[in-house]
C-alpha cells in the first residue's frame, strides 16, 4: 500500500534557528496537508495546500510558517526561526480528492527545540 | 466552529472486554467523521470512516462505529478487545473546511 513518508524522524534545533520538514505524499495525491501535535494534546491543523497554493490554514500558522512544494514530490514545512513552543511532532497528509479521503498519514517529524 | 468532544481520557479494559468509546461533535451542516488508531511509535491510522448512508459503519480490525444524528455522536466501539488495540483513538470530524478537527484522544490500554 502507498505510503506518506516524511524525514528526518526527529530534528532537535536551537531556538531561532531555521527548520524544514520534508514529506513525500503519495504520488497521485493532489492536497497536501500539515498537521501537528504537542505532547500530551490534540491533534492540530496547520496548513492545506493544493495546486500550489493553501488553501487554508489556521491561526497557529503564522508568518515564521511556509509551505512548499519544491518539485513533483516533496511538500516541505518552514518555520523561519524556532520557539521553544514550536516543540511538537509534525504530521504529513495527503488526499486523493478533496474531503473525501482522509486515510494517509505520514509517521511525523518529532521537532524538539531546545 | 467546529469541535470534537472525547470524553474518555484514559480506558483500561481486560482482553475480551467489550469497547465503547465516545465523541460527540459541534457542527449544524453536513458532516464528515473519521476515527483514527495511533500506536506506540506509530503514526495516525485510519480506522473508518462515516461519510453518509448506513450510520452503522465497520472498520479495520473489529471496530465499528455509529452515528446518531440526532445526539451529535460517532461512538467508536469492538465487542471484545484484544492486548494489541492498546493504542490512542482519536475522533474526527470535517464540515465545510478543508481540514480535520481533531478530539483530544481517548488512550486505550487493554491488559491480558
Known amino acids: 500500500e502507498p505510503e506518506v513518508t516524511q524525514t528526518p524522524s526527529h530534528q532537535v534545533t536551537q531556538m531561532g534557528q531555521e527548520v524544514i520538514l520534508r514529506c513525500v505524499p503519495i504520488?497521485?495525491?493532489?492536497?497536501f496537508y500539515w498537521y501537528r501535535q504537542i505532547l500530551g494534546q490534540k491533534v492540530e491543523f496547520l496548513v492545506s495546500f493544493y495546486n500550489n497554493e493553501i488553501s487554508e490554514k489556521s491561526e497557529i500558522f503564522d508568518d515564521q510558517f511556509s509551505v512548499e512544494r519544491p518539485d513533483g514530490s516533496n511538500f516541505t514545512l518552514k518555520i523561519r526561526s524556532t520557539k521553544l513552543e514550536d516543540s511538537a511532532m509534525y504530521f504529513c497528509a495527503s488526499s486523493e480528492a478533496l474531503r473525501r479521503d482522509r486515510g494517509y498519514f505520514g509517521p511525523g517529524t518529532r521537532l524538539t527545540v531546545t | 466552529a467546529q469541535s470534537v468532544s472525547q470524553h474518555n481520557h484514559h480506558v483500561i479494559l481486560s482482553e475480551a472486554a467489550s469497547l465503547e468509546l465516545g465523541c460527540n461533535y459541534s457542527y449544524g451542516g453536513t458532516v464528515n467523521l473519521f476515527w483514527y488508531v495511533q500506536y506506540p511509535g506509530q503514526h495516525l491510522q485510519l480506522l473508518l470512516k462515516y461519510f453518509s448512508g448506513d450510520p452503522l459503519v465497520k472498520g479495520i480490525k473489529g471496530f465499528e462505529a455509529e452515528f446518531i444524528k440526532s445526539k451529535f455522536s460517532f461512538n467508536l466501539r469492538k465487542p471484545s478487545v484484544q492486548w494489541s488495540d492498546t493504542a490512542e483513538y482519536f475522533c474526527?470530524?470535517?464540515?465545510?473546511?478543508?481540514?480535520?478537527?481533531f478530539g483530544t484522544g481517548t488512550r486505550l490500554q487493554v491488559f491480558p
Open positions: 504520488s497521485n495525491h493532489l492536497y
Open positions: 474526527a470530524v470535517n464540515g465545510n473546511t478543508d481540514k480535520l478537527i
